[in-house]
């Protein structure tokens, strides 16, 4: 540690909480929390949290040029200080009662020329050995090592030599030292090195860094260098060293010595300090002249596999623990984490810690963690019930993915079960695809192909093609009494009414076997409501009825099954009056718009079509019913609008799998980035017109890329097959295929050229035979195929039938014969060294090497494959 007129920081290596400012004197501080017992009422602020007090002062030693810490315990609070006249002199701060401070405590060792100390350091294992290195002079050695232990010899020394500071009688003075080095040169920095306590790193003036072997002082590595400044090593990686030359700083491989590992970007004025942290591997801080910016160098190694080494990465960033005066110099706490004390030129010292780089990882399975410094956090998320609604998209759309959701091609409404059964637009969703797929079913069988593209393209199209429409007024059910409510009846609004579920198949109208099924669901309300709007107001209450007698049922239902059925048609009486008033106080949507139906005039059925909580299906059958051909295209033109906007999937209803099926999916997208629904209803359009679309191709492929982000191959495979199954332009060419090394062509085009003999590719290695037949030549020119680098058969030949294959094996291989390809079988090479064999026998051998298999190949076949030694996630 050099000093001089400007403030230095020396910490102390035994006690955490000590550390000196040098400049004309010595300064010992104590840090600790602002307030504490410890902390007296004249310390010094260093920030909001920590002060520091004033402990003990030393002006003995006005002429210090650097000064050094003892590094045992014991003696305490001793310091080695380098003066200008090249004498190192011992001192102590504070009262000692050690026996062994008192000896050494004013201990002088004096070299034979008067010049400058420039550096001191003490050996970190044998503690009595002391390193001073001086500037140059012709006929004495510039790096001194003094063993403090030694007598002193006051005979030998000149009149001349005396301390400045006092009577010679007064000190102890060492004249001779243990190891002399360096001759004829200047020494500027040295240190001790970790890994053996017998070396010494110097640094001289012609421009060297030398190591040398205090066994063999006539023995030293050295390299020319520029950067012969502040040598230190990093006391995490005992083999890295760092040294500076005016603003550049160089970092060193013991190991490798020849020239600098990496040299750092250089600073526009020139060094004052570089220090590597005590606590962070691979941190270095540099502090330039005249500055109030300290610059950070994070050192990351990238770890690689088999010894591999590359040049570390870098991460570069400055800090400013003081924003107005300059700062002098700086030293790390030696065991807080990213901990510093910075002192200015007037002696403000400032106590500052550094925030730690974060590190982000986020999984494609919605795990989030992140590093700082040496904690490691993780974020998930809850798995309590009370989260399940409010989980990430893309861990709902994993979990689906698993449940195979989509996949159900049958009963399609069962995909919204596979979903979890609680998203009520799902829902809709899928029963709307699965009542488009029967009806579909169902025109194919009376090729009727006109009406069949119709289904697919929705109500808001089927309405607009209506035609013959018939207006009837009926009876209320059980009852005589004629209703002034018009129904309107036509092919297309039976379709619409299919589609949305009210009725069946076929000719029969009768809704009844809706209302059965929504009683078993336990949707009273809505059984009741449709009921009512097929003018059956007995079976309403009915239904009410039995709702409120149910185990869960709500027994107000009775309340409103009375009110129902006190209903009157005349438009001025006091119960028409009270139910339009009152109506809108019910909380449940069903119960209000009955009232509003039956309280409203013939044709203006506002308060049923615009009630935003019933499901629009119900909304849409009941416009069908009782709007007339002015009235309904408009209703259900507004209403798909609303659905397009808000990117509801019960609109899919309304628009159908169409253009505007693509434009609803697009805002339900980019409300909630659910690609998975998207990619699997949209492929149920018509190929030419949807899927073609580029925001279909764009969810198919993220949604692709999602499954193998997940490691769910098996699962996007399947997806594929289904996609292919439903868009047969979607299925790739073949693109890889068995040439021949000697005349080109494909093994496999061959094959399939000779029908006549009867030949499938599976005989050419690609697939299992149960007669294990050899084909080990091209059918083309009839040259040998490759030979398997483990087996040196040619391939082509079974795995089975290879030499060292047992019987028990071959019975387990003619097992396997019966799948579509046995993948042990086939070609296997690596693009980089074009060896390889079978792929049984390849997977086999990289289990546990590294290296290709062919003797004379250094080759590392298997690295070069990034999914080499990934699973599939959904077969851990």
Not at 49 to 57: C, D, F, H, N, R
Not at 496 to 510: F, M, R, V
Not at 545 to 569: F, P, Q, W
Not at 827 to 845: D, I, K, P, Q, V
Request: contains cysteine; aromatic residues 8%.
């Amino acid at each position: 540690m050099s000093s001089g007129y400007k403030p230095d920081i020396l910490w102390s290596p035994h006690h955490a909480d000590r550390y000196v400012i040098c400049d004309t004197e010595l300064s010992l501080y104590r840090i600790g929390p602002s307030g504490s017992s410890e902390t007296k009422a004249g310390a010094l602020q260093l920030s909001e949290e920590t002060a520091a007090t004033l402990l003990a002062i030393n002006s003995d030693t006005p002429f210090m040029k650097c000064v050094a810490w003892y590094p045992k315990h014991e003696p305490e609070c001793l310091l080695a200080v380098g003066h200008t006249n090249g004498r190192v002199v011992l001192t102590s701060l504070g009262q000692s009662h050690n026996s062994k401070s008192k000896d050494l405590a004013g201990k002088e060792f004096v070299p034979k020329h008067a010049r400058q100390c420039n550096t001191l350091a003490w050996n970190p294992v044998d503690s009595n050995w002391l390193a001073a290195g001086l500037d140059k002079h012709r006929a004495d050695f510039s790096v001194l090592i003094w063993d403090i232990s030694s007598k002193f010899s006051p005979e030998a020394v000149p009149a001349e030599k005396v301390r400045l500071s006092g009577d010679a009688d007064s000190g102890l003075l060492v004249t001779k030292p243990l190891y002399e080095l360096g001759q004829n040169d200047a020494c500027l920095s040295l240190c001790w090195l970790p890994r053996d306590h017998q070396k010494l790193l110097l640094a001289g003036m012609h421009r060297n860094l030398a190591i040398f072997d205090l066994r063999n002082t006539s023995q030293k590595t050295f390299v020319n260098t520029k950067a012969i400044q502040g040598v230190t090593v990093d006391p995490h990686f005992q083999d890295r060293v760092a040294s500076y030359f005016e603003g550049q700083v160089a970092i060193w491989d013991l190991r490798k010595f020849e020239k600098p590992v990496f040299t750092l970007n250089e600073q526009p004025k020139p060094l004052t300090k570089v220090a590597w942290c005590p606590t962070r591997m691979g941190l270095l801080a540099t502090l330039t002249r005249d500055s109030n910016i300290i610059r950070l160098y994070d050192m990351q190694h990238t770890p690689m596999p088999f010894g591999d080494e590359v040049e570390p990465t870098i991460m570069e960033r400055g800090v400013q623990p003081c924003s107005e005066s300059i700062i002098s110099s700086f030293a790390w706490h030696p065991s807080a984490q990213n901990r510093m004390v910075v002192v200015s030129p007037s002696r403000v010292m400032n106590d500052f810690t550094l925030f730690e780089r974060i590190s982000l990882a986020w999984s494609s399975t919605t795990s989030l963690m992140w590093a700082c410094g040496r904690h490691l956090y993780e974020c998930a998320e809850d798995s309590g019930q009370a989260a399940e609604a409010e989980k990430d998209i893309a861990t709902k759309m994993r979990e689906r993915a698993q449940s195979r959701y989509g996949h159900d091609t049958v009963q399609v409404w069962r995909n919204h079960v596979l979903a979890g059964g609680d998203d009520p637009q799902l829902r809709s969703l899928w029963y709307t695809l699965h009542f488009m797929k029967q009806y579909t079913e169902n025109v194919e069988q009376k090729q009727q192909s006109n009406k069949q593209s119709l289904i697919y393209s929705g109500i808001k199209n089927i309405v607009k093609s209506s035609s013959g429409t018939t207006e009837t007024r009926r009876c209320w059910s059980g009852s005589d009494r004629q209703t002034d409510v018009p129904r309107f009846h036509s092919e297309e609004r039976s379709l619409a009414l299919q589609l949305c579920g009210w009725i069946s198949q076929g000719p029969d109208t009768d809704v009844e076997p809706f209302l059965k099924s929504l009683e078993q669901e336990g949707e009273w309300e809505r059984a009741a409501a449709v009921a009512l709007f097929n003018l059956d107001i007995r079976r309403a209450i009915q239904i009410l009825n039995k709702g409120a007698s149910s185990e869960k049922g709500d027994l107000n239902l009775n309340v409103v099954a009375m009110a129902l059925s006190g209903y009157t048609d005349e438009k001025n009486s006091l119960w028409r009056e009270m139910c339009s008033s009152l109506r809108l106080q019910l909380k449940k949507p069903y119960l209000c718009i009955m009232f509003a139906f039956l309280t409203s005039e013939p044709g203006a059925y506002d308060g049923v079509l615009y009630e935003s909580r019933v499901a629009v299906r119900d909304r849409v059958a009941f416009a069908c019913m009782f709007l007339n051909d002015a009235q309904l295209p408009r209703y259900i033109d507004k209403l798909t609008n609303e659905m397009k906007e808000a990117g509801n999937l019960e609109g899919i209803l309304l628009t159908g799998l169409t253009k505007d099926g693509v434009d609803l999916m697009e805002s339900y997208v980019d409300r909630t980035g659910d690609v998975q629904t998207a990619s699997f209803c949209m492929l149920k359009g018509s190929p030419g017109e949807v899927l073609k679309d580029p925001r279909v191709q764009c969810w198919i492929e993220n949604y692709r890329n999602l499954l193998d982000a997940w490691r769910f191959w098996h699962k996007r495979a399947e997806f594929d097959i289904h996609r292919s199954k439903l868009d047969p332009s979607s299925k790739p060419l073949a693109q890889v295929f068995v040439s021949c090394n000697f005349c080109g062509k494909s093994i496999s085009y061959s094959c399939s050229a000779m029908p006549h003999q009867g030949r499938g590719f599976s005989q050419y290695g690609v697939s299992g035979s149960p007669t294990k037949s050899k084909v080990t030549s091209c059918p083309g020119c009839r040259k040998p195929l490759p030979r398997c680098a483990l087996c040196l058969m040619n391939m082509g030949t079974p795995v089975s039938s290879c030499p060292g294959t047992g019987k028990a094996d071959e019975k387990a291989d003619l097992t396997r014969d019966k799948k579509l390809a046995q993948f042990n079988n086939w070609f296997t090479w690596c693009h980089n060294c074009r060896h390889g064999g079978h792929a049984g026998h390849m997977l086999s051998w990289f289990r546990d090497h590294s290296e290709c298999p062919v003797s004379a190949c250094t080759c590392k076949c298997m690295q070069l494959d990034t999914t080499g030694n990934l699973v599939p996630s959904d077969s851990v």
